[in-house]
């Protein structure tokens, strides 16, 4: 267990509609990222927040937005869904800032299936 | 931009040793990442090299040549449960303290 938890762990919608998505980091923890995972492809870079801030974009598309409140959790909101954005998606969290780390600690992610 | 490349699928028995390489290229690199994930769970850390060299976790190891913008997971004494896909990532400049993945190795390690 990671510390890192992720709801929902399954979600089934249809085309058009909008979802939100949240992550609670672990405890301490002030940097938030999400990651898409499309069947068969790697992870796809997102998002970051630190501290309610945002700090670096990826490839996340205009139809996708994020935020981190006060309590540090996050939200990950899609919408005008499209069969091609069903994937799993992660939030990772992490503790520093500074480039002299690389873990990351992922939560287990929440399928979305988009019919 | 940023890219990595690694090998799509490897097999192996058990007991073998294997090593997944994996050769990037950003900009303001500042280390090299890996990472298993099971089937549709999280990916979990293994090992991060800043420095050139062989890190050494267990039964698994890490290399990095930042000259040679390359580095390798060298897994030993393979077990049934190390199949799984494995990524290597890098930290950049670009990126912040984000990650970004290459697109996996899938490891099958046979009896």
């Known amino acids: 267990d990671s510390g890192v938890t992720q709801t929902p762990k399954h979600l089934i919608t249809a085309t058009g509609q909008r979802v939100t998505l949240r992550c609670s980091p672990r405890?301490?923890?002030?940097?938030v990222y999400w990651y898409q995972q499309s069947l068969d492809q790697g992870l796809q870079f997102l998002i970051q927040?630190?501290?309610?801030?945002?700090?670096a974009k990826g490839n996340i598309l205009e139809r996708f937005s994020a935020q981190q409140f006060p309590d540090l959790h996050s939200e990950l909101n899609l919408s005008s869904l499209e069969l091609g954005d069903s994937a799993l998606y992660f939030c990772a969290s992490s503790v520093v800032t500074g480039p002299n780390t690389g873990e990351l600690f992922f939560g287990e992610g929440s399928r979305l299936t988009v019919l | 931009g940023q890219s990595l490349e690694q090998p799509s699928e490897v097999t192996a028995v058990e007991g073998a040793i294997v090593q997944i390489n994996c050769t990037y290229q950003t900009s303001g690199f500042y280390g090299l990442s890996w990472y298993q994930q099971h089937d549709g769970g999280a990916p979990t850390f293994l090992s991060y090299?800043?420095?050139?060299g062989l890190e050494e976790t267990g039964r698994f190891s890490s290399f990095l040549s930042r000259s040679d913008s390359y580095g390798y997971l060298l897994l030993q004494e393979l077990q049934m449960k190390d199949s799984a896909s494995y990524f290597c990532a890098v930290r950049d400049q670009q990126a912040g303290t984000a990650l970004i993945f290459g697109k996996g190795t899938t490891l099958s390690v046979s009896s």
């Open positions: 927040y630190y501290n309610g801030e945002e700090r």
């Open positions: 405890s301490g923890d002030l940097s």
């Open positions: 090299n800043a420095l050139d």
